[in-house]
């Protein structure tokens, strides 16, 4: 038995918060309308939509299927979804119990004989008192054939719902001590499969989500990975449609996401059949938090002169960690990095320590804004013990006025390895896109031509 601490928020909450957030930004979800079908030419796609009232045509430039396992875009676009099927099938409950197990904390128990699983349980703490969704194997009086008929057995299967006493029957096995279980919500039964697409992207119609692939549940991976690759590939499809993306932008999305997808279903398939690797456990838990996300051999990733200078700092592809103690000018708070970067723009961070160094830096910033047309914001870092005042370091820069941040407590410095002169360009998926130690407008100009057309 493995217990780990562990937060569930419902699928429900995290759909609601998602739906919000989509609605400040102006959109909505438009449920019961399906994809038909859809065909694209060199200018756009045209789908075929059903409705309440009837078929309808749209035409988009792009067409994004996060249509789930069963994808008709994945389909339309004849895709290869390679792997297979676990044989197991498994059943989950949502349900209270008595035990007096420490609160926030999941528990995995599980039998074996020779090495193999002949019995889980895995519970997950759901707000509410002492009431987890509990993951178990189906017993043989609920097993039944495969109900898809597109050879994708994968996902919820409702039609087939446990009650209270086959979740009681693998609680009296497997719970770590005497327990009951009450109050059932919901139950189901699912099937895991594992496969991965071939390609992300054809032409102008993208895959993301489980309609690119799927996996074991194990860690909690598979929304998780989803919704990063819909932010890796909105922030590219914002630049493409204002016409404004570089040759390759969007075929980087699947440079950068198909490994990711291809090394999480390897990971979640192991951890399925022969349980956790034995990292230690701040690895471990920043894994599965997917902050260990990299993507190293992106094309899209690059740094400059010096760079080597930059010890302990961020490679490129990595994520750019936060850090906070950043102070601004009159404002009696400090700030978090994170709060300075808008993810929706490039951001790039010019660090000085010296005063010499800011005409070259103030070169950078001419360039930055003249080629990126609004799309990369300038921030100036200021190294704790510098001399140079806030108000000369932005009125140095030509132009707007760049915003002055000092790493008052080094801790900038630390996470970033900065050097007077470096800088750290981060994308608005909050990857290092490029950096350099020794700052050079020709350098940074040349990565920007790999993001941003011409
Ligand atoms: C038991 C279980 C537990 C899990 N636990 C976790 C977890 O703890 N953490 C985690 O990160 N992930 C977890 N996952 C995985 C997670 O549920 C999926 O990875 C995630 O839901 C995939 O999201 P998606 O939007 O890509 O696809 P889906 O959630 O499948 O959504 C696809 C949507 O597209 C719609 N659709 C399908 N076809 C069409 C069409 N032709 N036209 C219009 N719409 C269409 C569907 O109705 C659906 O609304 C779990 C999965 C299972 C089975």
Redesign the pocket.
């Known amino acids: 038995m493995c217990p780990t601490a562990s937060f569930g928020l419902p699928?429900y909450e995290t759909e609601r918060l998602l739906a919000d957030r989509l609605a400040e930004l102006g959109g909505r979800v438009e449920r019961g309308?399906?994809?038909v079908c859809f065909a694209q030419d060199t200018d756009g796609v045209t789908a075929v939509l059903r409705g309440p009232d009837g078929e309808s045509q749209v035409w988009a430039d792009y067409l994004v299927g996060?249509?789930?396992?069963?994808?008709?875009v994945r389909k339309g676009l004849g895709l290869a979804f390679t792997g297979d099927a676990f044989p197991e099938e498994?059943m989950?409950g949502d349900v209270q119990v008595d035990w007096n197990q420490p609160v926030g904390y999941g528990i995995r128990s599980m039998h074996q004989v020779d090495g193999n699983t002949d019995d889980v349980l895995v519970a997950i703490p759901l707000p509410g008192r002492r009431r987890y969704r509990m993951?178990m194997l189906v017993p043989d009086v609920l097993a039944s054939a495969p109900a898809q008929q597109d050879g994708v057995e994968h996902?919820?299967e409702s039609d087939r719902a446990p009650q209270l006493q086959h979740i009681q029957a693998v609680l009296d096995r497997l719970a770590p001590e005497p327990t009951r279980a009450s109050h059932l919500r919901w139950s189901s039964v699912?099937r895991i499969s594992h496969r991965i697409v071939d390609r992300y992207q054809r032409g102008r119609v993208f895959v993301?989500?489980?309609?690119a692939h799927i996996h074991p549940?194990t860690g909690?991976?598979?929304?998780?990975t989803?919704i990063q690759d819909a932010v890796a590939l909105a922030w590219r499809l914002a630049l493409a449609v204002k016409g404004m993306a570089a040759d390759g932008l969007l075929e980087s999305y699947d440079a950068e996401r198909r490994p990711v997808g291809e090394e999480v279903v390897g990971r979640t398939v192991r951890h399925a059949r022969a349980g956790f690797e034995t990292d230690d456990p701040e690895t471990m838990l920043r894994r599965e938090a997917q902050l260990l996300v990299a993507y190293p051999d992106s094309p899209l990733v690059g740094e400059g002169a010096g760079a080597e200078a930059l010890k302990g700092g961020p490679a490129p592809g990595s994520r750019a960690p936060d850090c906070r103690g950043l102070r601004r000018p009159a404002v009696a708070f400090p700030l978090r990095l994170h709060e300075l970067l808008d993810g929706r723009r490039h951001t790039l961070l010019l660090c000085a320590d010296e005063a010499e160094q800011l005409a070259e830096l103030a070169a950078v910033v001419a360039l930055a804004r003249d080629r990126a047309k609004g799309h990369v914001d300038v921030r100036l870092v200021l190294a704790a013990d510098s001399e140079i005042s806030d108000d000369t370091a932005g009125g140095l820069l030509d132009g707007p006025p760049v915003p002055v941040v000092r790493d008052s407590a080094g801790e900038f410095q630390t996470a970033y390895g900065a050097v007077g002169g470096c800088c750290y360009l981060i994308r608005p998926d909050g990857q290092v896109g490029f950096r350099a130690g020794r700052t050079r407008a020709e350098e940074l100009g040349a990565h920007l031509a790999k993001v941003l057309a011409a």
Do not use: I, K, T
């Open positions: 699928q309308v399906e994809l996060c249509d789930g396992a069963h994808s008709a498994y989950l993951s996902g919820l699912f993301a989500g489980d309609a549940p909690a991976q598979g929304m998780n989803g």
